[in-house]
Each structure stands twice: as structure tokens, then as C-alpha cells.
């Protein structure tokens, strides 16, 4: 009797099985929000109130407000890469660092937090609509390359100097009470 050797068939199952859980361990990567209250502002927005929060569940995630919910690290929210609008005012927010890879924002809320350094900013070049107001910002250089903004709010900030902006293109509406370096 002729029988088969059924190592071949055994190697490629496992093969094909290893690829498949591959692909799942990307959709069922747990994120991890460290600030309690961003952790539940993002449970509200995807409507999952319990349980670990999957890479997956952030799909579709394009809005989001977590405005003057005592959070101070955003850590997480570069899971949140459908984001298209992200309202952060009155936090306590210092780093943005995790915003960084958010270039789909389109409109973004930081005013009333303790920011600095925008640097992090400097790549979301999609920003339409970007607030910065009551922040102790001085350094707008990491904003010249916002091409596309169209308003940008900058009231409150110990700004000295708006030059860093003078070349976009066009230039943003601006609000510019309190900025000690002049209108834009």
C-alpha cells in the first residue's frame, strides 16, 4: 500500500496558521492610555466602556473631545490615526509628543494647557485650524511649515517673536491679543 507522508501537509497548516495569528496580533494589539482620563474620554468616543481597548477599536475614531478633562498625558493617542479633528483645551497637557503621526487633523484644540515645545507639531501639515491660545509658548518656528493653516489662535502666549510664520503662504487668520510680538 502506497501511504503519504504527511510532514509536507502538517508544515504548510502551520505555516498558514502562523501567518493568519501574524495578521491578528496587529488588529488585537492592545493600546495602552497610562492617563485614566483620556482613557475615558476615548471609551466614550468608540461607545466601549469596558474591557481592553484593541489598535482596532481606534479604526473609524475621527473625532474626538476631551476638553477640560484634567488630562496630562496623551500617551495612546498615536493609535489614533483617523483622527481628523482632536479638542484637548483646558488640560494639563505639557507633551504632544504622541501627536506627532496624527496627519490626518485637520482641526486641533490645545489652548489652556502648559505647552511649550511644538515641535511635535511640525509634521501635521494638514492643520487647518490649529489653537494654541493661553499656553506658555514662545518659540513658533516648529509652525512654519503649516502651509495649510487657516486659522491659527496664539492670544495668552509670551510670544516675542511672530516671524517664524511670515513664510506661509498664506497667511492665517490670527488672534494675536497678548502676543507681544505684533499681529502676524
Known sequence: MFRRNPIPVLVGI???SGIFLIGQDCAAQIVNFPDPNL???IRDAIG?????????????LTDLDASSASISDLTGLEYCTDLTSLNLYGNDIVDVSPLSGLTSLLYLHLGGNQ????????????????????????????????TNLDV?????????DVSPLSGLTEQPSAI???VQGGSI
Open 39 to 41: 482613557e475615558q474620554a
Open 176 to 178: 494675536s491679543r497678548g
Open 115 to 146: 505647552i511649550v515645545n511644538l515641535s511635535p507639531l511640525s509634521g501635521l501639515t494638514s492643520l487647518f485650524r490649529l489653537t494654541l491660545s493661553s499656553n506658555p509658548i514662545v518659540d513658533l518656528s516648529p509652525l512654519s511649515g503649516l
Open 14 to 16: 502551520l505555516v498558514l
Open 48 to 60: 466601549k466602556p469596558t474591557g481592553d481597548i484593541y489598535a482596532a477599536d481606534l479604526v473609524g
Open 152 to 160: 491659527l489662535w496664539l492670544w495668552s502666549n509670551p510670544i516675542v
